[in-house]
């Protein structure tokens, strides 16, 4: 059985111009803000200069994941009766605001005196700033469901990506000059202090939404009864339990995601600029990707978008691997992070999109709540790679990576197909 849009959405929603624009420059300048703090090649070279503990290398990448999704069940708990969710995201969003600055101007009074110092308040800072992001995660995500009909959601999220994406591709470069001109830490404080000023423009953007009214009058539950229901949804409803398998196996990439550019410093020897490089091949993967992922979102189906994400995280352990059998050209080494751009593009797209489409309205808040928290440990993956790689080898770590990305493969052909109304708004 489908579950059809409700005769609500047909209609354009009020503010709908204004508030797709405000959504989009938020995301675009997130997303260009993500180059110069990338969990793939930034954070983890930049604490690698301070530890050698591939550990807590991989804790970099896994930070703003990690706060992301582990608060969301909690927050949608308390808050899924509230007629409005943007005053908690505007609350929110002055504590990500402060942390971030704090956290940046912590790389020049530290600098080179006191490295323990330097490492302690950046994983202190950023920690209190990705847990303000999931704290806001589920306001974030029910107005964009409110606020945006379910057949421009691919184009509202592809605007985002690609825009921001094409930007950050730019900011690979800029990264690249910086990491060229300036020894370090002062380079990473330059790159944060241009990542902070586009983060804060980025969250108040989005505190200037118009956010209606909710159709259905939400009766306030304890936070036990909500618990219960979150347990009932994933034991009854098949589709949510897909998409949640889908999310663990796929989401999995991230065991081995910070270490590819630790592999390119320790065994191919780059310099600090190809830092630079890298990050502008995974925007540009994440960008390109972005003209399928939002075409094939809106028009043919979500589950296709995170299917064919899945066969793209397959690609970058398997170039890996290759190198370590026998040396290939940097260029071709360069293609992991296009591939691994790729897969977080499509995995976010497809599956933010198809778990608005799977729950109603009265549930949404709990359904998006319910299945972040429950992925949310996936993201200790990074540490677990840390740990892995700090026993074994990189050729053990890249083998289990990849293993897990053909478990993903089958796990996102057997999601359900669901059925899509197309709406038209000019």
Same mark, same amino acid.
């Given at each position: 059985?489908?579950?059809?849009?409700?005769?609500?959405?047909?209609?354009?929603?009020?503010?709908?111009?204004?508030?797709?624009?405000?959504?989009? #420059?938020?995301?675009?300048?997130?997303?260009?803000?993500?180059?110069?703090?990338?969990?793939?090649?930034?954070?983890?070279?930049?604490?690698?200069?301070?530890?050698?503990?591939?550990?807590?290398?991989?804790?970099?990448?896994?930070?703003?994941?990690?706060?992301?999704?582990?608060?969301?069940?909690?927050?949608?708990?308390?808050?899924?009766?509230?007629?409005?969710?943007?005053?908690?995201?505007?609350?929110?969003?002055?504590?990500?605001?402060?942390?971030?600055?704090?956290?940046?101007?912590?790389?020049?009074?530290?600098?080179?005196?006191?490295?323990?110092?330097?490492?302690?308040?950046? +994983? +202190?800072?950023?920690?209190?700033?990705?847990?303000?992001?999931?704290?806001?995660?589920?306001?974030?995500?029910?107005?964009?469901?409110?606020?945006?009909?379910?057949?421009?959601?691919?184009?509202?999220?592809?605007?985002?990506?690609?825009?921001?994406?094409?930007?950050?591709?730019?900011?690979?470069?800029?990264?690249?000059?910086?990491?060229?001109?300036?020894? $370090?830490?002062?380079?990473?404080?330059?790159?944060?202090? #241009?990542?902070? #000023?586009?983060?804060?423009?980025?969250?108040?953007?989005? /505190?200037?939404?118009?956010?209606?009214?909710?159709?259905?009058?939400?009766?306030?539950?304890?936070?036990?009864?909500? $618990?219960?229901?979150?347990?009932?949804?994933?034991?009854?409803?098949?589709? $949510?339990?897909?998409?949640?398998?889908?999310?663990?196996? #796929?989401?999995?990439?991230?065991?081995?995601?910070?270490?590819?550019?630790? +592999?390119?410093?320790?065994?191919?020897?780059?310099?600090?600029?190809?830092?630079?490089?890298?990050?502008?091949?995974?925007?540009?993967?994440?960008?390109?990707?972005?003209?399928?992922?939002?075409?094939?979102?809106?028009?043919?189906?979500?589950?296709?978008?995170?299917?064919?994400?899945?066969?793209?995280?397959?690609?970058?352990?398997?170039?890996?691997?290759?190198?370590?059998?026998?040396?290939?050209?940097?260029?071709?080494? /360069?293609?992991?992070?296009?591939?691994?751009?790729?897969?977080?593009?499509?995995?976010?797209?497809?599956?933010?999109?198809?778990?608005?489409?799977?729950?109603?309205?009265?549930?949404?808040?709990?359904?998006?709540?319910?299945?972040?928290?429950?992925?949310?440990?996936?993201?200790?993956?990074?540490?677990?790679?840390?740990?892995?790689?700090?026993?074994?080898?990189?050729?053990?770590?890249?083998?289990?990576?990849?293993?897990?990305?053909?478990?993903?493969?089958?796990?996102?052909?057997?999601?359900?197909?669901?059925?899509?109304?197309?709406?038209?708004?000019?």
């Amino acid at each position: 059985m489908f579950d059809e849009y409700p005769a609500k959405s047909e209609s354009v929603p009020e503010h709908y111009k204004r508030n797709f624009s405000l959504g989009v #420059v938020n995301g675009v300048l997130f997303n260009f803000a993500w180059a110069f703090t990338a969990g793939s090649t930034v954070l983890p070279w930049f604490v690698s200069r301070l530890t050698s503990s591939n550990i807590l290398i991989g804790l970099s990448s896994t930070l703003e994941a990690l706060g992301w999704f582990m608060p969301q069940l909690p927050v949608a708990v308390i808050t899924s009766h509230h007629h409005k969710q943007l005053p908690l995201y505007t609350r929110t969003a002055y504590l990500r605001a402060v942390a971030f600055l704090l956290m940046t101007l912590s790389v020049f009074v530290f600098s080179n005196k006191n490295p323990t110092g330097l490492l302690l308040s950046f +994983f +202190f800072f950023y920690s209190i700033y990705s847990l303000g992001g999931g704290l806001a995660g589920v306001a974030f995500t029910d107005i964009v469901a409110k606020t945006i009909p379910p057949n421009k959601r691919g184009s509202f999220f592809g605007m985002r990506m690609f825009l921001g994406g094409s930007l950050g591709a730019v900011g690979g470069l800029i990264v690249k000059k910086i990491m060229d001109a300036y020894h $370090f830490p002062t380079n990473f404080g330059i790159i944060f202090s #241009v990542a902070a #000023v586009l983060i804060l423009v980025a969250l108040f953007s989005f /505190c200037y939404i118009k956010e209606p009214a909710p159709v259905l009058t939400k009766e306030k539950k304890s936070w036990k009864e909500n $618990f219960r229901k979150g347990m009932r949804i994933f034991k009854e409803d098949q589709r $949510f339990r897909q998409l949640f398998w889908v999310r663990v196996f #796929v989401g999995s990439f991230v065991l081995g995601y910070p270490f590819y550019v630790i +592999f390119a410093r320790k065994v191919l020897g780059i310099s600090p600029g190809m830092v630079g490089v890298f990050l502008t091949f995974e925007m540009s993967g994440y960008v390109l990707s972005n003209l399928l992922w939002g075409y094939l979102s809106n028009n043919v189906s979500n589950r296709l978008v995170i299917l064919l994400s899945s066969f793209c995280s397959v690609v970058p352990p398997l170039i890996l691997l290759s190198n370590i059998i026998t040396p290939l050209p940097l260029a071709l080494f /360069c293609f992991i992070f296009f591939f691994l751009g790729s897969t977080n593009a499509g995995l976010g797209l497809g599956a933010t999109n198809y778990l608005l489409h799977l729950a109603s309205e009265e549930d949404r808040t709990l359904y998006i709540g319910f299945l972040h928290t429950l992925v949310g440990p996936t993201v200790f993956l990074s540490v677990v790679g840390g740990l892995i790689l700090q026993l074994t080898s990189f050729t053990i770590l890249y083998i289990l990576v990849l293993l897990i990305a053909i478990i993903g493969i089958i796990s996102s052909y057997r999601l359900t197909q669901l059925k899509t109304k197309r709406l038209n708004i000019l």
